[in-house]
Protein backbone atom coordinates (compact mmCIF):
# COMPACT_ATOMS: atom_id res chain seq x y z
CA UNK A 1 0.00 0.00 0.00
CA UNK A 2 1.13 3.85 -0.64
CA UNK A 3 -0.15 7.12 0.36
CA UNK A 4 -1.45 9.14 -2.13
CA UNK A 5 -1.05 12.77 -2.98
CA UNK A 6 -4.27 14.70 -1.97
CA UNK A 7 -5.09 17.81 -4.16
CA UNK A 8 -5.50 21.05 -2.31
CA UNK A 9 -8.01 23.70 -3.40
CA UNK A 10 -7.98 25.72 -5.78
CA UNK A 11 -6.08 23.25 -7.89
CA UNK A 12 -8.14 22.77 -11.10
CA UNK A 13 -8.28 18.90 -11.33
CA UNK A 14 -10.08 19.24 -8.11
CA UNK A 15 -12.85 19.85 -10.96
CA UNK A 16 -12.42 16.74 -13.07
CA UNK A 17 -15.06 14.43 -13.82
CA UNK A 18 -15.04 11.04 -13.01
CA UNK A 19 -15.43 7.97 -15.39
CA UNK A 20 -17.29 5.01 -14.39
CA UNK A 21 -14.93 2.10 -13.91
CA UNK A 22 -15.40 -0.80 -16.30
CA UNK A 23 -14.59 -3.26 -14.49
CA UNK A 24 -13.23 -3.76 -10.43
CA UNK A 25 -9.62 -5.87 -10.70
CA UNK A 26 -6.69 -5.85 -9.26
CA UNK A 27 -5.81 -2.25 -10.50
CA UNK A 28 -9.12 -0.63 -8.73
CA UNK A 29 -8.65 -2.69 -5.81
CA UNK A 30 -5.11 -1.40 -5.20
CA UNK A 31 -6.58 2.21 -5.43
CA UNK A 32 -9.33 1.53 -3.30
CA UNK A 33 -6.21 0.02 -0.34
CA UNK A 34 -4.22 2.94 -1.25
CA UNK A 35 -7.18 5.39 -0.45
CA UNK A 36 -8.24 4.03 2.60
CA UNK A 37 -4.78 4.55 3.71
CA UNK A 38 -4.54 7.77 2.58
CA UNK A 39 -7.88 8.61 4.20
CA UNK A 40 -6.60 7.06 7.95
CA UNK A 41 -3.32 9.12 7.72
CA UNK A 42 -4.33 12.44 6.97
CA UNK A 43 -7.57 11.45 9.75
CA UNK A 44 -11.01 12.27 7.12
CA UNK A 45 -14.24 10.22 7.50
CA UNK A 46 -13.89 10.58 3.53
CA UNK A 47 -12.13 10.46 0.26
CA UNK A 48 -12.96 10.49 -3.02
CA UNK A 49 -10.75 9.19 -6.00
CA UNK A 50 -10.75 12.82 -7.99
CA UNK A 51 -9.15 14.34 -4.31
CA UNK A 52 -6.05 11.64 -5.21
CA UNK A 53 -5.80 12.60 -9.11
CA UNK A 54 -7.19 9.64 -10.42
CA UNK A 55 -10.05 10.34 -11.94
CA UNK A 56 -12.26 6.89 -11.63
CA UNK A 57 -15.99 6.55 -9.82
CA UNK A 58 -14.49 5.68 -6.40
CA UNK A 59 -15.21 6.64 -2.76
CA UNK A 60 -13.95 5.84 0.02
CA UNK A 61 -15.37 6.44 3.77
CA UNK A 62 -15.36 5.12 7.57
CA UNK A 63 -17.68 7.66 10.22
CA UNK A 64 -16.86 5.31 12.68
CA UNK A 65 -15.27 6.38 15.96
CA UNK A 66 -13.10 3.31 15.88
CA UNK A 67 -12.02 3.93 12.69
CA UNK A 68 -12.86 0.16 11.78
CA UNK A 69 -15.89 0.13 9.44
CA UNK A 70 -14.47 0.97 5.90
CA UNK A 71 -17.06 1.51 3.58
CA UNK A 72 -16.14 1.51 -0.52
CA UNK A 73 -18.25 2.82 -3.39
CA UNK A 74 -17.64 1.79 -6.85
CA UNK A 75 -19.34 3.84 -9.40
CA UNK A 76 -21.87 5.19 -6.69
CA UNK A 77 -25.29 6.48 -7.59
CA UNK A 78 -27.89 8.15 -5.43
CA UNK A 79 -30.75 6.82 -6.69
CA UNK A 80 -32.97 8.35 -3.75
CA UNK A 81 -32.87 11.36 -1.25
CA UNK A 82 -35.04 12.78 1.91
CA UNK A 83 -34.91 16.11 4.06
CA UNK A 84 -32.69 18.49 4.52
CA UNK A 85 -30.20 19.25 7.25
CA UNK A 86 -27.40 21.82 8.21
CA UNK A 87 -24.11 20.92 9.62
CA UNK A 88 -20.51 21.90 9.74
CA UNK A 89 -17.89 20.00 7.46
CA UNK A 90 -14.47 20.41 6.26
CA UNK A 91 -12.55 18.56 3.44
CA UNK A 92 -9.02 17.03 2.83
CA UNK A 93 -8.31 19.28 0.35
CA UNK A 94 -9.37 22.20 2.16
CA UNK A 95 -7.29 22.04 5.20
CA UNK A 96 -8.13 23.67 8.62
CA UNK A 97 -11.59 25.06 6.35
CA UNK A 98 -14.72 24.26 8.06
CA UNK A 99 -18.40 25.58 7.35
CA UNK A 100 -22.25 25.07 7.43
CA UNK A 101 -23.21 23.02 4.30
CA UNK A 102 -27.37 22.05 4.18
CA UNK A 103 -27.41 18.34 2.63
CA UNK A 104 -30.22 15.25 2.81
CA UNK A 105 -30.70 13.85 5.92
CA UNK A 106 -31.61 10.89 4.38
CA UNK A 107 -30.07 9.10 1.03
CA UNK A 108 -30.56 5.55 -0.33
CA UNK A 109 -26.92 4.90 -2.47
CA UNK A 110 -26.39 1.73 -5.05
CA UNK A 111 -22.81 0.99 -5.89
CA UNK A 112 -20.54 -1.48 -6.45
CA UNK A 113 -17.87 -3.31 -3.27
CA UNK A 114 -14.36 -3.68 -3.30
CA UNK A 115 -15.14 -7.23 -5.33
CA UNK A 116 -16.96 -5.77 -7.88
CA UNK A 117 -20.55 -7.01 -5.97
CA UNK A 118 -23.42 -4.34 -6.37
CA UNK A 119 -24.98 -3.28 -3.45
CA UNK A 120 -27.57 -0.62 -2.09
CA UNK A 121 -27.38 1.39 1.20
CA UNK A 122 -29.88 3.17 3.67
CA UNK A 123 -28.04 5.93 5.23
CA UNK A 124 -28.66 8.92 7.14
CA UNK A 125 -26.62 11.35 9.89
CA UNK A 126 -23.05 11.98 9.32
CA UNK A 127 -22.78 9.15 6.65
CA UNK A 128 -25.67 10.37 4.48
CA UNK A 129 -23.80 13.77 4.61
CA UNK A 130 -20.63 11.89 3.81
CA UNK A 131 -21.97 10.09 1.12
CA UNK A 132 -23.34 13.41 -0.82
CA UNK A 133 -20.10 14.92 -0.20
CA UNK A 134 -17.88 12.35 -1.30
CA UNK A 135 -20.42 11.80 -4.23
CA UNK A 136 -19.91 15.70 -4.94
CA UNK A 137 -16.28 15.39 -5.67
CA UNK A 138 -16.88 12.72 -8.55
CA UNK A 139 -18.66 15.31 -10.20
CA UNK A 140 -16.40 18.28 -9.65
CA UNK A 141 -18.21 19.60 -7.11
CA UNK A 142 -16.78 21.15 -4.02
CA UNK A 143 -18.20 21.78 -0.40
CA UNK A 144 -17.49 25.41 -0.99
CA UNK A 145 -19.82 25.47 -3.97
CA UNK A 146 -23.14 25.79 -1.52
CA UNK A 147 -21.08 28.64 0.35
CA UNK A 148 -21.80 32.47 -1.15
CA UNK A 149 -19.00 33.61 -3.74
CA UNK A 150 -17.81 35.95 -0.83
CA UNK A 151 -16.81 33.15 1.81
CA UNK A 152 -15.56 30.95 -1.04
CA UNK A 153 -12.90 33.83 -2.35
CA UNK A 154 -11.63 33.99 1.10
CA UNK A 155 -11.35 30.54 2.02
CA UNK A 156 -9.63 30.23 -1.44
CA UNK A 157 -7.23 33.57 -0.41
CA UNK A 158 -6.56 31.96 2.96
CA UNK A 159 -5.50 28.17 1.23
CA UNK A 160 -3.67 30.16 -1.65
CA UNK A 161 -1.87 31.48 1.30
CA UNK A 162 -1.06 28.74 3.37
CA UNK A 163 0.37 26.96 0.42
CA UNK A 164 2.83 30.04 -0.29
CA UNK A 165 3.89 29.25 3.50
CA UNK A 166 4.45 25.59 3.52
CA UNK A 167 6.53 26.06 0.06
CA UNK B 1 -14.35 14.80 4.00
CA UNK B 2 -13.63 16.04 7.73
CA UNK B 3 -15.61 16.14 10.39
CA UNK B 4 -16.70 19.57 11.87
CA UNK B 5 -14.87 20.83 14.72
CA UNK B 6 -17.03 23.12 16.66
CA UNK B 7 -15.88 22.84 20.06
CA UNK B 8 -19.15 22.96 22.05
CA UNK B 9 -20.03 20.29 20.09
CA UNK B 10 -17.31 18.48 20.04
CA UNK B 11 -17.11 19.03 23.90
CA UNK B 12 -20.47 17.31 23.71
CA UNK B 13 -19.68 14.60 21.98
CA UNK B 14 -16.50 13.86 24.36
CA UNK B 15 -18.38 14.26 27.30
CA UNK B 16 -21.11 11.59 25.80
CA UNK B 17 -18.49 9.14 25.57
CA UNK B 18 -17.79 9.38 28.90
CA UNK B 19 -20.47 9.29 30.84
CA UNK B 20 -22.39 6.84 28.24
CA UNK B 21 -18.74 4.47 27.63
CA UNK B 22 -16.77 5.13 30.15
CA UNK B 23 -13.99 6.00 28.41
CA UNK B 24 -11.42 8.89 29.99
CA UNK B 25 -10.70 12.22 28.65
CA UNK B 26 -7.07 11.04 28.62
CA UNK B 27 -7.63 8.40 26.36
CA UNK B 28 -10.41 10.34 25.13
CA UNK B 29 -8.54 13.72 24.01
CA UNK B 30 -5.25 12.90 22.24
CA UNK B 31 -7.23 11.59 19.23
CA UNK B 32 -9.50 14.27 19.19
CA UNK B 33 -6.91 16.44 18.79
CA UNK B 34 -5.16 13.90 15.66
CA UNK B 35 -9.12 13.76 14.10
CA UNK B 36 -10.08 18.02 14.34
CA UNK B 37 -8.03 20.72 13.07
CA UNK B 38 -8.42 22.98 15.32
CA UNK B 39 -7.07 26.46 16.39
CA UNK B 40 -5.07 27.18 19.44
CA UNK B 41 -8.42 29.05 21.00
CA UNK B 42 -10.81 26.58 19.92
CA UNK B 43 -8.96 23.79 21.21
CA UNK B 44 -8.30 25.32 24.70
CA UNK B 45 -11.85 26.20 24.70
CA UNK B 46 -12.84 22.27 23.96
CA UNK B 47 -10.58 21.68 26.79
CA UNK B 48 -11.72 23.80 29.55
CA UNK B 49 -15.22 22.53 28.41
CA UNK B 50 -14.70 18.85 28.69
CA UNK B 51 -12.58 19.37 32.18
CA UNK B 52 -14.73 22.14 34.28
CA UNK B 53 -18.21 20.16 32.84
CA UNK B 54 -16.87 16.75 34.65
CA UNK B 55 -15.27 19.07 37.41
CA UNK B 56 -18.88 20.53 37.87
CA UNK B 57 -20.94 17.36 36.96
CA UNK B 58 -22.56 16.20 39.54
CA UNK B 59 -24.10 20.00 40.33
CA UNK B 60 -24.63 20.66 36.71
CA UNK B 61 -26.96 17.55 36.70
CA UNK B 62 -29.05 18.53 39.33
CA UNK B 63 -29.56 22.27 37.93
CA UNK B 64 -30.36 20.53 34.94
CA UNK B 65 -32.73 18.30 36.17
CA UNK B 66 -34.75 20.99 38.01
CA UNK B 67 -34.73 23.18 34.71
CA UNK B 68 -36.00 20.41 32.64
CA UNK B 69 -39.68 19.43 33.03
CA UNK B 70 -39.10 15.68 31.95
CA UNK B 71 -35.70 13.90 30.93
CA UNK B 72 -34.60 13.05 27.82
CA UNK B 73 -34.48 10.27 25.94
CA UNK B 74 -31.59 8.01 25.85
CA UNK B 75 -30.88 8.38 22.58
CA UNK B 76 -30.70 12.34 22.87
CA UNK B 77 -27.75 11.75 25.76
CA UNK B 78 -25.68 14.01 23.58
CA UNK B 79 -28.11 17.19 23.70
CA UNK B 80 -28.18 16.79 27.58
CA UNK B 81 -24.54 16.53 27.74
CA UNK B 82 -25.03 20.15 25.66
CA UNK B 83 -27.37 21.63 28.26
CA UNK B 84 -24.03 20.76 31.28
CA UNK B 85 -22.15 21.93 28.65
CA UNK B 86 -24.19 25.15 28.28
CA UNK B 87 -24.93 25.53 32.20
CA UNK B 88 -21.15 25.23 33.03
CA UNK B 89 -20.37 28.26 30.85
CA UNK B 90 -22.94 30.41 32.44
CA UNK B 91 -21.85 29.31 35.62
CA UNK B 92 -18.29 29.35 35.72
CA UNK B 93 -16.88 31.14 32.64
CA UNK B 94 -16.33 34.71 31.49
CA UNK B 95 -18.35 34.29 28.53
CA UNK B 96 -20.83 36.94 28.05
CA UNK B 97 -24.56 34.59 28.99
CA UNK B 98 -25.89 36.14 25.60
CA UNK B 99 -23.14 34.49 23.57
CA UNK B 100 -23.08 31.27 25.20
CA UNK B 101 -27.01 30.72 25.10
CA UNK B 102 -26.58 31.40 21.31
CA UNK B 103 -23.99 29.42 20.89
CA UNK B 104 -24.68 26.50 22.49
CA UNK B 105 -28.49 26.57 21.03
CA UNK B 106 -26.36 26.59 17.55
CA UNK B 107 -24.50 23.76 18.90
CA UNK B 108 -27.44 21.49 19.09
CA UNK B 109 -28.36 22.20 15.36
CA UNK B 110 -25.05 20.72 14.55
CA UNK B 111 -25.27 17.72 16.29
CA UNK B 112 -28.03 17.63 13.81
CA UNK B 113 -30.64 17.64 16.46
CA UNK B 114 -32.16 21.18 15.18
CA UNK B 115 -35.34 20.21 17.11
CA UNK B 116 -33.43 20.88 20.11
CA UNK B 117 -32.08 24.27 19.62
CA UNK B 118 -35.28 25.67 21.33
CA UNK B 119 -34.91 23.54 23.93
CA UNK B 120 -31.19 24.10 25.04
CA UNK B 121 -31.64 27.80 24.01
CA UNK B 122 -35.30 27.55 26.94
CA UNK B 123 -33.12 25.71 29.56
CA UNK B 124 -29.89 28.24 29.70
CA UNK B 125 -32.35 31.44 29.41
CA UNK B 126 -34.83 29.47 32.32
CA UNK B 127 -31.35 29.12 34.47
CA UNK B 128 -30.54 32.48 34.07
CA UNK B 129 -34.33 33.83 35.67
CA UNK B 130 -34.24 31.04 37.99
CA UNK B 131 -30.29 31.38 39.21
CA UNK B 132 -30.78 32.81 43.02
CA UNK B 133 -33.23 30.22 43.70
CA UNK B 134 -31.69 27.05 41.79
CA UNK B 135 -28.41 28.22 43.99
CA UNK B 136 -30.90 28.45 47.23
CA UNK B 137 -31.75 24.74 46.52
CA UNK B 138 -28.39 23.19 45.71
CA UNK B 139 -27.55 23.90 49.78
CA UNK B 140 -29.98 21.10 50.28
CA UNK B 141 -28.24 18.51 48.18
CA UNK B 142 -24.63 17.70 49.25
CA UNK B 143 -23.43 15.63 46.49
CA UNK B 144 -25.09 18.73 44.02
CA UNK B 145 -23.10 21.17 46.64
CA UNK B 146 -20.10 19.63 46.67
CA UNK B 147 -20.06 18.49 42.76
CA UNK B 148 -19.62 14.77 43.93
CA UNK B 149 -21.12 11.13 43.97
CA UNK B 150 -23.24 10.66 46.67
CA UNK B 151 -21.35 7.41 47.24
CA UNK B 152 -17.85 9.34 46.72
CA UNK B 153 -19.31 12.07 49.90
CA UNK B 154 -20.50 9.52 51.74
CA UNK B 155 -17.26 7.61 51.92
CA UNK B 156 -14.94 10.65 52.45
CA UNK B 157 -17.53 12.02 55.20
CA UNK B 158 -16.72 8.91 56.57
CA UNK B 159 -13.08 8.33 56.47
CA UNK B 160 -12.09 12.21 56.82
CA UNK B 161 -15.14 13.90 59.02
CA UNK B 162 -12.67 16.99 59.98
CA UNK B 163 -11.74 17.26 56.79
CA UNK B 164 -14.57 16.20 54.36
CA UNK B 165 -15.34 19.89 52.94
CA UNK B 166 -11.67 20.53 52.36
CA UNK B 167 -10.68 17.30 50.52
CA UNK B 168 -14.02 17.92 48.26
CA UNK B 169 -13.25 21.70 47.80
CA UNK B 170 -9.58 21.31 46.78
CA UNK B 171 -10.92 18.35 44.17
CA UNK B 172 -12.89 20.91 42.52
CA UNK B 173 -9.94 23.67 42.51
CA UNK B 174 -7.84 23.55 39.08
CA UNK B 175 -4.86 21.80 39.64
CA UNK B 176 -1.38 23.71 39.77
CA UNK B 177 1.92 23.08 37.63
CA UNK B 178 4.55 21.27 39.69
CA UNK B 179 7.87 20.61 38.01
CA UNK B 180 10.36 18.32 39.10
CA UNK B 181 14.11 19.28 38.19
CA UNK B 182 16.31 16.12 37.00
CA UNK B 183 18.76 16.63 39.81
CA UNK B 184 21.44 15.30 37.41
CA UNK B 185 21.37 17.76 34.95
CA UNK B 186 20.80 20.94 37.09
CA UNK B 187 20.25 22.04 41.20
CA UNK B 188 17.15 23.01 42.13
CA UNK B 189 18.69 26.81 42.71
CA UNK B 190 19.97 26.75 39.66
CA UNK B 191 16.13 25.82 37.67
CA UNK B 192 14.67 28.29 39.74
CA UNK B 193 16.56 30.88 38.31
CA UNK B 194 16.31 29.78 35.17
CA UNK B 195 12.60 30.40 35.62
CA UNK B 196 13.03 33.42 37.08
CA UNK B 197 15.25 34.48 34.01
CA UNK B 198 12.15 33.60 31.72
CA UNK B 199 10.17 35.77 33.80
CA UNK B 200 7.85 32.49 35.74
CA UNK B 201 6.89 32.86 38.74
CA UNK B 202 7.45 29.64 41.07
CA UNK B 203 8.98 28.13 44.35
CA UNK B 204 10.46 25.31 45.72
CA UNK B 205 8.77 23.17 47.47
CA UNK B 206 10.12 22.30 50.99
CA UNK B 207 8.80 18.81 51.37
CA UNK B 208 10.00 17.48 48.11
CA UNK B 209 13.69 18.04 47.42
CA UNK B 210 13.46 18.28 44.06
CA UNK B 211 9.69 20.14 43.58
CA UNK B 212 8.90 22.94 41.91
CA UNK B 213 5.35 25.43 42.07
CA UNK B 214 4.98 27.37 39.14
CA UNK B 215 2.30 30.28 40.40
CA UNK B 216 0.52 29.87 37.36
CA UNK B 217 0.11 26.94 34.90
CA UNK B 218 1.53 27.27 31.38
CA UNK B 219 1.98 24.74 28.13
CA UNK B 220 5.65 22.65 28.23
CA UNK B 221 6.39 24.22 25.16
CA UNK B 222 7.06 27.44 27.34
CA UNK B 223 8.65 25.60 30.50
CA UNK B 224 12.66 25.90 29.98
CA UNK B 225 14.95 22.81 29.23
CA UNK B 226 11.45 20.63 29.64
CA UNK B 227 12.01 19.22 26.04
CA UNK B 228 15.60 18.27 26.60
CA UNK B 229 14.90 16.88 29.77
CA UNK B 230 15.94 19.16 32.78
CA UNK B 231 12.65 19.21 34.43
CA UNK B 232 9.74 16.65 34.47
CA UNK B 233 5.79 17.79 35.32
CA UNK B 234 4.91 15.72 38.43
CA UNK B 235 3.13 16.31 41.55
CA UNK B 236 4.42 17.34 44.58
CA UNK B 237 3.19 14.14 47.19
CA UNK B 238 4.65 11.82 44.18
CA UNK B 239 7.47 12.68 44.65
CA UNK B 240 7.93 12.01 47.66
CA UNK B 241 8.35 8.33 46.59
CA UNK B 242 12.38 8.43 45.68
CA UNK B 243 12.56 9.82 49.26
CA UNK B 244 10.91 7.04 51.50
CA UNK B 245 12.86 4.51 49.16
CA UNK B 246 15.82 5.67 50.36
CA UNK B 247 18.32 4.52 47.21
CA UNK B 248 21.92 3.54 47.92
CA UNK B 249 24.39 2.35 45.37
CA UNK B 250 24.24 -0.89 44.08
CA UNK B 251 20.92 -1.61 44.71
CA UNK B 252 18.35 -3.71 42.99
CA UNK B 253 15.06 -1.90 42.44
CA UNK B 254 11.86 -2.77 41.10
CA UNK B 255 9.00 -0.32 40.15
CA UNK B 256 6.43 -2.80 40.00
CA UNK B 257 3.32 -0.82 38.39
CA UNK B 258 5.17 1.86 36.68
CA UNK B 259 3.47 3.24 33.95
CA UNK B 260 4.05 6.02 32.44
CA UNK B 261 6.95 6.34 34.53
CA UNK B 262 7.27 9.63 36.69
CA UNK B 263 8.65 7.76 39.22
CA UNK B 264 11.40 5.26 37.70
CA UNK B 265 12.76 8.67 35.88
CA UNK B 266 13.06 10.01 39.77
CA UNK B 267 14.25 7.11 41.15
CA UNK B 268 17.37 7.11 38.13
CA UNK B 269 17.49 10.87 38.78
CA UNK B 270 18.15 10.35 42.29
CA UNK B 271 20.78 7.37 42.07
CA UNK B 272 22.86 7.01 39.35
CA UNK B 273 24.33 3.47 40.93
CA UNK B 274 22.13 0.77 40.33
CA UNK B 275 22.75 -2.71 40.42
CA UNK B 276 18.97 -2.42 38.01
CA UNK B 277 16.11 -1.14 38.17
CA UNK B 278 13.12 -3.33 36.63
CA UNK B 279 9.83 -1.21 35.39
CA UNK B 280 6.59 -3.46 34.91
CA UNK B 281 3.36 -2.11 33.56
CA UNK B 282 0.36 -4.98 32.47
CA UNK B 283 -0.34 -2.65 29.88
CA UNK B 284 1.90 -2.37 26.72
CA UNK B 285 0.42 0.61 25.63
CA UNK B 286 1.32 2.80 28.96
CA UNK B 287 4.63 0.87 28.87
CA UNK B 288 5.80 2.82 25.89
CA UNK B 289 5.37 5.99 28.02
CA UNK B 290 8.02 5.31 30.10
CA UNK B 291 10.01 4.85 27.30
CA UNK B 292 9.55 8.15 26.18
CA UNK B 293 9.99 9.58 29.42
CA UNK B 294 13.44 7.93 29.69
CA UNK B 295 14.46 9.04 26.37
CA UNK B 296 13.60 12.65 26.94
CA UNK B 297 14.99 12.43 30.28
CA UNK B 298 17.77 10.72 28.65
CA UNK B 299 18.27 7.91 30.83
CA UNK B 300 17.41 4.85 27.93
CA UNK B 301 21.27 4.56 27.79
CA UNK B 302 20.99 3.45 31.10
CA UNK B 303 21.87 -1.14 30.48
CA UNK B 304 20.34 -1.11 33.86
CA UNK B 305 16.77 -0.13 33.14
CA UNK B 306 14.75 -3.09 31.94
CA UNK B 307 10.93 -2.56 31.02
CA UNK B 308 8.75 -5.20 31.19
CA UNK B 309 5.46 -5.60 30.36
CA UNK B 310 3.65 -8.16 32.49
CA UNK B 311 1.26 -8.56 35.54
CA UNK B 312 3.48 -8.02 38.79
CA UNK B 313 1.88 -10.18 40.75
CA UNK B 314 2.65 -13.01 38.03
CA UNK B 315 5.92 -13.52 39.62
CA UNK B 316 6.31 -16.15 37.44
CA UNK B 317 5.69 -14.34 34.41
CA UNK B 318 8.86 -12.11 34.75
CA UNK B 319 11.18 -12.74 37.81
CA UNK B 320 14.91 -13.49 37.00
CA UNK B 321 14.76 -15.13 40.71
CA UNK B 322 17.16 -12.50 42.41
CA UNK B 323 15.64 -10.67 45.21
CA UNK B 324 15.34 -7.07 45.32
CA UNK B 325 16.68 -4.54 47.70
CA UNK B 326 13.88 -1.75 47.43
CA UNK B 327 10.34 -2.21 45.93
CA UNK B 328 7.89 0.19 45.01
CA UNK B 329 4.35 -0.84 44.67
CA UNK B 330 2.41 2.27 43.36
CA UNK B 331 -0.96 0.42 43.36
CA UNK B 332 -3.80 0.81 40.65
CA UNK B 333 -6.55 2.28 42.71
CA UNK B 334 -9.51 4.75 42.74
CA UNK B 335 -6.81 7.29 41.93
CA UNK B 336 -9.40 9.59 43.92
CA UNK B 337 -6.87 11.76 45.59
CA UNK B 338 -6.58 13.47 42.26
CA UNK B 339 -9.33 14.19 41.39
CA UNK B 340 -8.16 17.65 40.44
CA UNK B 341 -6.29 16.53 38.08
CA UNK B 342 -8.61 14.03 36.11
CA UNK B 343 -12.38 15.69 37.09
CA UNK B 344 -13.52 12.72 34.99
CA UNK B 345 -13.05 10.06 37.77
CA UNK B 346 -16.42 11.60 39.60
CA UNK B 347 -17.87 9.84 36.24
CA UNK B 348 -15.63 7.19 35.97
CA UNK B 349 -15.54 5.58 38.97
CA UNK B 350 -18.28 3.78 40.79
CA UNK B 351 -18.89 2.27 44.28
CA UNK B 352 -18.17 -1.42 43.77
CA UNK B 353 -15.05 -0.47 41.99
CA UNK B 354 -13.84 -0.04 45.53
CA UNK B 355 -13.67 -3.55 46.37
CA UNK B 356 -12.13 -5.19 43.41
CA UNK B 357 -9.21 -2.44 43.32
CA UNK B 358 -8.60 -3.52 47.29
CA UNK B 359 -8.38 -7.24 46.52
CA UNK B 360 -6.00 -6.54 43.91
CA UNK B 361 -3.50 -3.96 46.07
CA UNK B 362 -3.69 -6.91 48.14
CA UNK B 363 -2.75 -9.73 45.59
CA UNK B 364 0.39 -7.29 44.34
CA UNK B 365 1.28 -6.99 47.74
CA UNK B 366 1.25 -10.40 48.94
CA UNK B 367 3.00 -11.46 45.49
CA UNK B 368 5.59 -8.81 45.56
CA UNK B 369 7.19 -9.16 49.24
CA UNK B 370 7.90 -12.89 47.87
CA UNK B 371 10.86 -11.16 45.70
CA UNK B 372 12.11 -8.64 48.22
CA UNK B 373 15.15 -9.07 49.79
CA UNK B 374 15.50 -9.97 53.49
CA UNK B 375 16.44 -6.38 55.38
CA UNK B 376 14.73 -4.71 52.18
CA UNK B 377 11.75 -2.06 52.00
CA UNK B 378 8.91 -1.85 50.04
CA UNK B 379 7.45 1.44 49.21
CA UNK B 380 3.31 1.00 49.60
CA UNK B 381 1.95 3.86 47.65
CA UNK B 382 -1.57 4.96 45.98
CA UNK B 383 -3.08 8.10 45.32
CA UNK B 384 -6.39 7.29 46.82
CA UNK B 385 -8.01 8.92 49.83
CA UNK B 386 -10.18 5.75 51.20
CA UNK B 387 -8.69 3.85 53.68
CA UNK B 388 -10.12 0.51 52.36
CA UNK B 389 -7.43 0.69 49.43
CA UNK B 390 -4.63 1.94 52.00
CA UNK B 391 -4.18 1.83 55.78
CA UNK B 392 -6.68 -1.13 55.64
CA UNK B 393 -4.68 -2.83 53.12
CA UNK B 394 -1.28 -2.71 54.82
CA UNK B 395 -2.49 -3.44 58.26
CA UNK B 396 -3.98 -6.56 56.99
CA UNK B 397 -1.18 -7.71 55.50
CA UNK B 398 1.20 -6.56 58.33
CA UNK B 399 -1.03 -8.68 60.80
CA UNK B 400 -0.69 -11.94 58.54
CA UNK B 401 2.83 -11.40 56.67
CA UNK B 402 4.83 -12.16 60.16
CA UNK B 403 8.42 -11.05 58.22
CA UNK B 404 6.83 -7.42 57.85
CA UNK B 405 7.13 -4.30 59.82
CA UNK B 406 6.61 -0.61 59.30
CA UNK B 407 8.96 1.59 59.15
CA UNK B 408 7.59 4.72 60.62
CA UNK B 409 8.07 7.31 58.29
CA UNK B 410 9.77 10.48 59.63
CA UNK B 411 7.88 13.48 57.76
CA UNK B 412 5.94 16.86 58.39
CA UNK B 413 3.88 15.82 55.57
CA UNK B 414 0.35 14.18 56.10
CA UNK B 415 -1.58 12.74 58.54
CA UNK B 416 -0.64 9.85 60.42
CA UNK B 417 -2.16 6.79 60.22
CA UNK B 418 -2.04 3.24 62.41
CA UNK B 419 0.37 2.31 59.25
CA UNK B 420 1.54 4.91 57.25
CA UNK B 421 0.88 8.32 56.10
CA UNK B 422 -1.61 10.04 54.66
CA UNK B 423 -1.45 13.29 52.69
CA UNK B 424 -4.86 14.41 51.79
CA UNK B 425 -5.78 17.19 49.06
CA UNK B 426 -6.28 20.73 50.01
CA UNK B 427 -3.33 20.17 52.88
CA UNK B 428 -0.88 21.78 50.64
CA UNK B 429 -1.36 23.06 47.14
CA UNK B 430 1.32 21.11 45.55
CA UNK B 431 0.48 18.17 47.00
CA UNK B 432 -2.44 15.46 45.25
CA UNK B 433 -3.97 13.02 47.73
CA UNK B 434 -1.64 10.43 48.16
CA UNK B 435 -1.18 7.68 50.95
CA UNK B 436 2.54 6.03 51.46
CA UNK B 437 3.54 3.25 53.83
CA UNK B 438 7.11 1.78 54.33
CA UNK B 439 7.63 -2.04 54.92
CA UNK B 440 10.56 -3.73 55.94
CA UNK B 441 11.47 -7.28 55.66
CA UNK B 442 12.95 -8.80 58.97
CA UNK B 443 16.64 -10.43 58.26
CA UNK B 444 15.64 -13.92 59.67
CA UNK B 445 12.27 -15.03 59.38
CA UNK B 446 10.06 -15.38 62.53
CA UNK B 447 9.15 -19.52 63.10
CA UNK B 448 5.33 -19.96 63.19
Known amino acids: MALLNILRYPDPRLRAKAEIVETVDVGIQKIVDDMFETMYEAHGVGLAAIQVNVQKCIMVMDVSDTREQPLCFIN ?79 IKKKLQKMARQTL | MKRSSNPRVVASQVLHKITSAGVSLAKLLPSLWQDNAFEPAQRALVQELCYGTCRWYFQLEYL ?50 SWAVSLV ?42 HVDAIMQANNQRPPLVLRVNRRVCSREDYLQRLHESEIEAVAIEQAQDAILLKKACSVSEIPGFYEGVCSVQDAAAQLAADLL ?32 HALDNDAQRLEKIHENLQRLALHDDAKVKCLAADAADITAWW ?36 GLAMQQQRLLSALWRVLKPGGKLVYATCSVLPAENVDIVSVFLDTQKDAREMTIDADWGHVQKVGRQVLPGDEVAFDGFYYAVLGKNKKESKS
Open chain 1, 76 to 154: PEIIHEEGHVALDEGCLSFPGVYATVTRPEKLTVKALDREGKPFELDAEGLLAKCIHHENDHLEGKLFVDYLSPLKRQR
Open chain 2, 64 to 113: ATQLLSKPLRSKDHDVYCLILIGLYQLQHMQIKPYAVVNETAKAAKLLGK
Open chain 2, 121 to 162: NAVLRNYQRQQDALSQSLKNNNSAKMAHPQWLCELIQKAWPQ
Open chain 2, 246 to 277: DLQVGQRVLDACAAPGGKTTHILERQSNLACL
Open chain 2, 320 to 355: DGELYDRILLDAPCSATGVIRRHPDIKLLRQADDIA
